[in-house]
């Protein structure tokens, strides 16, 4: 997901394109505005964190952009091109080693694990919504 600061910086393109020249395909895309609801649930696992407050605010502060993508060993793959989630130790040439400065505003969200990409797409997704398209240039990465 591409946060707040990603829109109002005009970033969505350099970030989508970083995704799309690994060779990940996108089957979901869309620009959403994320209720208090629907930010409680996605950031359910820090509600007990004194940082919890701050993550709601930023996420609900503005458009996101929501994004699906697959590929092998993508959440990975994913979570090597996103960098380290304190942009001081995020290394230049990571989307946050690039474009944040500041971890409340770390410009992206990357699933961590299967269970949690499963459940963080049923938030922003129908089934409907995401399309499982042939990729052939897949053999090419």
Request: include cysteine; proline fraction near 3%.
């Amino acid at each position: 997901m591409l946060k707040p600061g990603v829109l109002n910086r005009r970033l969505v393109g350099e970030v989508v394109s970083r995704l799309e020249k690994k060779g990940l395909k996108l089957v979901g895309l869309k620009m959403i505005n994320i209720s208090q609801d629907l930010a409680a649930m996605h950031y359910l696992e820090h509600k007990e964190k004194s940082f919890y407050d701050e993550l709601v605010n930023y996420i609900t502060s503005g458009p996101v952009v929501a994004m699906c993508w697959q590929g092998d060993d993508c959440i990975s793959i994913v979570r090597k091109l996103v960098g380290s989630t304190r942009p001081s130790e995020a290394i230049p040439g990571t989307i946050r080693g690039d474009f944040c400065l500041h971890t409340q505003h770390n410009i992206i969200h990357a699933s961590d694990s299967d269970e949690s990409a499963e459940r963080e797409i049923n938030l922003f997704f129908k089934e409907d919504e995401l399309i499982d398209w042939e990729d052939s240039s897949s053999t090419w990465y």
